[in-house]
């Protein structure tokens, strides 16, 4: 459904999946990824884990069926970015895969409540862009990127099943009605779908619009 969100807005259907903020991936999302015409998965939050540090940058994600998608985790710990000449010397340190792949993501502006970049952060991408000791900046797209890790890819390290965030652990909501009432209507929806297959009559514009 979202990628016809796209499709019926944007006119294009988009095949990087973009997950910054996810509390964790289950095992099946490389399975689901491919399923659904993605070829790259992005996320951040794991940048955040209190004990182990993901092992890999970019990196081929196996899920628990065999299936694989290629997958990049900014080695700049945010998605707020700015750009600032002390985040792009960490990303050289936090970066775990230089003498497999030649470069990463950072995910800059105001990513969390939205707002994008501000011209500041645009005129210091463009003015920093070549200095000695910091890492080069291009202003691109994550379709881009993974153009190139695409051509990295047998190079890259494999991360096989959940990829799990220590983190945010036993989180629950003070929404509880609303989500329980979320999870029964999701619930309906299978059981009439499915009785609809056997029952012959697929009412399938009332269940798209449900």
């Given amino acids: 459904f979202g990628l016809r969100y796209f499709e019926a807005r944007f006119g294009t259907r988009p095949d990087i999946y973009w997950s910054p903020d996810t509390f ?12 659904c015409g993605f070829r790259g998965f992005v996320t951040q939050k794991l940048a955040w884990n209190q004990l182990t540090h993901p ?30 000449p002390r985040e ?3 990303a050289l340190t936090e970066f775990r ?36 000791g910091l890492p080069l ?5 994550a379709a881009t990127f993974f ?36 999870r029964r209507s999701e619930v309906a929806l299978h059981d009439a779908e499915l009785l609809s297959c056997l029952g012959g009559d697929y009412p399938r514009e009332e269940l798209v619009r449900l």
Avoid at 104 to 125: Q, V
């Fill in 24 to 35: 964790g991936h289950n095992g099946q999302m490389p399975q689901i990824l491919l399923a």
């Fill in 137 to 141: 900046v291009e202003l691109s797209s």
């Fill in 88 to 90: 792009r010397r960490g």
């Fill in 55 to 84: 092992p890999h940058n970019s990196f081929r994600w196996r899920g628990i069926d065999g299936s694989e998608v290629l997958a990049h985790l900014p080695p700049i710990g945010t998605y707020n970015a700015e750009l600032t």
């Fill in 97 to 132: 895969d230089h003498d497999r792949a030649g470069g990463s993501l950072a995910l800059f502006g105001h990513g969390d409540g939205g707002g994008g970049p501000t011209t500041e952060i645009l005129d210091r991408a463009t003015r920093c862009r070549d200095l000695r």
């Fill in 147 to 182: 153009d190139g890790l695409e051509a990295e890819a047998d190079r890259l390290e494999t991360i096989t099943g959940q990829l799990y965030l220590e983190y945010h652990r036993g989180t629950y909501t003070s929404q509880a009605r609303t989500k329980r009432g979320n």
